[in-house]
């Protein structure tokens, strides 16, 4: 039983003030229009992420689907839906990809020069900052890399551009919908930096509840979520963040991010 309001957090995306107020509004419009009360929490870096996965009392918080795809199926939180953003690379679906950034003065400048980069990374259970850079490379370099240095954990987007202004990495992968709302809002930040390649496009994180939550809690605010693009004043919000709506997804879509991530392994021969 749920004994205080349901939380909901943005931390995943959470790249600024600015840009974690507009997450704000976004929570306390779907919060008045389910008539589910939330309370909305930073849970800011460096706190873990899996330790926000684990509470009893998420209401709507931001879960990487790499980590949700690993958990038992028993063991899950409950699935309320995923963005779709406005880039081409989403391909008007709950999809996200990883752009391979490098610094504009670099010593990258095509894609053959990545092999022997140095790589940056975030945290090794992220899909976006850690596997799909290995799942790209594998692609691109399977059997023919050598182990080369990397620095990591670099916690997550913001570490990684700060690694690649600073020369700490030649080459870092960081979600593509977190470099779009960095363009949107925070265009000092990627300053310098550009887009060498963007990866395939995988399934986006999503939006969960803990299975703790009453059934009639967790469907009114997922509804809430999946109809905001039809209120005059969620398309507004929704827009501010890049984004056309949320979907339902479902978890055997998410099933292939571990398999890529084996595969990756296999393939690429080296560590990270």
């Not at 349901?6 to 959470?14: D, E, G, K, L």
């Not at 916690?155 to 202004?165: E, Q, W």
């Not at 984004?243 to 099933?255: G, Q």
Request: proline share 8%; with cysteine.
């Amino acid at each position: 039983m749920v004994k205080s309001e349901p939380i909901a957090c943005s931390r995943m995306y959470n790249l600024s003030p600015r840009v974690r107020g507009l997450w704000d509004a976004l929570f306390a419009l779907v919060s008045l229009q389910s008539g589910i009360e939330l309370e909305i929490i930073a849970h800011a870096a460096p706190a873990p992420l899996s330790e926000l996965w684990a509470r009893p009392d998420m209401g709507a918080v931001f879960m990487c689907g790499y980590p949700f795809s690993r958990m038992p199926v028993a063991a899950r939180p409950t699935m309320l839906a995923a963005p779709v953003s406005s880039e081409a690379w989403s391909l008007d679906q709950p999809l996200y990809a990883s752009h391979i950034l490098v610094a504009s003065t670099g010593p990258v400048n095509a894609v053959a020069d990545l092999a022997a980069a140095r790589w940056g990374w975030t945290v090794r259970d992220s899909q976006s900052g850690y596997h799909a850079a290995r799942s790209f490379l594998a692609g691109q370099f399977a059997g023919k890399m050598k182990q080369s240095m990397t620095v990591g954990p670099l916690l997550n987007p913001s570490g990684i551009v700060a690694a690649l202004k600073d020369g700490r990495i030649d080459a870092g992968a960081i979600d593509a919908y977190a470099f779009q709302l960095l363009s949107m809002h925070e265009p000092n930040a990627v300053d310098g930096l550009r887009i060498l390649t963007t990866t395939d496009p995988l399934p986006s994180p999503l939006l969960v509840a803990a299975q703790t939550l009453p059934v009639d809690i967790t469907t009114a605010l997922q509804q809430s979520l999946v109809t905001l693009h039809e209120t005059p004043g969620g398309t507004s919000v929704l827009e501010r963040l890049g984004l056309r709506r949320f979907s339902a997804v479902t978890p055997s879509a998410y099933d292939i991010l571990p398999q890529r991530a084996d595969d990756a392994d296999r393939r690429l021969g080296i560590p990270w």
